[in-house]
C-alpha cells in the first residue's frame, strides 16, 4: 500500500470529477500501477539495455552472441516492471503470492529440467568465456567440425563429412574442447622418413627450402627441421611449419602440396623414402609319401 499516494490521487479525482471514494481508490491503483510499469520498463529500455550492450561490447561478443543475452535481459526488465506496478498499485499481498508461486514453480521445473537448465548456463559460459566462435573448426572427444551456430541450449557443428552435429552445450564445457583456430596461426607437424644412407643434412635443407617456398607457410616463426626418431627401416625428420589465419581446407590443402613437393625433390635428389620389409629365411620340411599321378 502507499497511503500518502493514493489518498492524494483519490481526493483529487473526487475533488474534481465528484466520483465515489470507492472507486477513486480502485482508479488510483490502477493509474499508479500503470504508471510505476510505464516508468520502469521505459527507463529499462533507455538505460539497462544500452549499459549491458556496452558491457557485452567490451567482453567482445558477437551480435549472434549478444542476442539471446539481450532477450534475457528484456524479460528480466519486463518482470520487474510488472512487480513494480503490482507494488505501486498496493497489491503486496498478491505480489508476495506470486512470488510464491513463482518460487514451488522454479524449484518443481529445476528438477524436472536439470538437463536443459544445465546446457542453458553452460552456454551463457559459452557466450562469456568464449572458447570458440561461429566459423572456428573445433575437435571434441572423438569429433570435430566448424562451428556454425551457438544458441543458450545447443551448439550446432558441420562436420567435414557435411553431416550436421546438434551438441548440448554442457558436453562442450564439461569436456576438453580443441580450438586449434583461437591463436589464428596454427602448427603443424610431420615427420619424412629417409634411408639410413641418405644424406640427412640434404634432405633436412630439402625439407626447409620447399617450406620457406610455399606461399602458405609463415616466416615468422619460421619452419624447423629435426631428427627425432630412428626407426626399424628408416631416420625419421620431424619438420615444424606454421600457417596464418587457418581454416580445416587450408590446412590440409597446405600440408598435402608441401608433402608433395618435399616428395619430388626427394625422388630428383635420389633420396629414399623406405617402408618396412621383412626377409623371410628357413626351410619347409615335405613329409615322404607315395606320389599319385592321375
Known amino acids: 500500500m502507499i497511503p500518502a499516494q493514493n489518498n492524494f490521487l483519490s481526493e483529487f479525482l473526487n475533488s474534481i470529477f465528484s466520483i465515489p471514494v470507492a472507486y477513486t481508490d480502485a482508479i488510483s491503483y490502477a493509474v499508479l500501477g500503470i504508471l510505476a510499469f510505464v ?10 539495455l ?12 558477437d551480435a549472434h552472441a549478444k542476442k539471446p543475452l539481450n532477450k534475457v535481459i528484456f524479460f528480466i526488465i519486463v518482470f520487474v516492471a510488472i512487480a513494480a506496478a503490482f507494488a505501486a498499485s498496493g497489491r503486496g499481498n498478491i505480489l508476495t503470492s506470486l512470488a510464491t508461486i513463482a518460487a514451488a514453480a522454479t524449484l518443481a521445473i529445476g528438477f524436472a ?7 542453458f548456463v553452460a552456454g551463457v559460459f559459452i557466450f562469456v568465456e568464449k572458447p570458440f566462435k561461429i566459423g572456428d573448426w573445433i575437435e571434441f572427444e572423438d569429433n ?14 558441420r562436420t567435414f563429412d557435411n ?10 564445457t564439461n569436456n576438453v574442447v580443441k580450438n586449434p583456430v583461437d591463436a589464428n ?3 603443424l607437424k610431420f615427420v619424412f622418413g629417409i634411408g639410413y644412407d641418405d644424406d640427412i643434412e640434404k634432405a633436412t635443407d630439402i625439407i626447409m627450402e620447399e617450406a620457406e617456398a610455399h606461399e602458405g ?9 629435426r631428427l627425432t626418431e630412428l626407426g ?13 589465419n587457418p581454416s580445416r581446407a587450408d590446412f590440409v590443402k597446405t600440408r598435402g602440396e608441401y608433402v608433395t613437393a618435399v616428395k619430388r625433390r626427394f625422388d630428383e635428389e635420389g633420396i629414399d623414402i623406405p617402408y618396412p620389409h621383412r626377409t623371410l629365411t628357413g626351410g619347409i620340411d615335405v613329409a615322404e609319401g607315395p606320389v599319385v599321378a592321375e
Open 39 to 48: 516508468v520502469v520498463y521505459v527507463l529499462g529500455r533507455a538505460l539497462v
Open 50 to 61: 544500452p549499459l549491458a550492450g556496452r558491457a557485452m561490447d567490451r567482453r567482445g561478443l
Open 113 to 119: 529440467m536439470q538437463d536443459v537448465i544445465a546446457n
Open 144 to 157: 570435430s567440425g566448424v562451428v556454425e551456430d551457438i544458441s543458450l541450449r545447443v551448439t550446432r557443428l
Open 163 to 172: 553431416e550436421l552435429l546438434t551438441v548440448p552445450n554442457s558436453q562442450l
Open 185 to 187: 596461426k596454427l602448427r
Open 217 to 225: 607457410i609463415m616466416d615468422d616463426p619460421g619452419p624447423s627441421v
Open 232 to 244: 626399424d627401416s628408416s631416420v625419421g625428420l620431424q619438420s615444424r611449419i606454421w600457417i596464418a
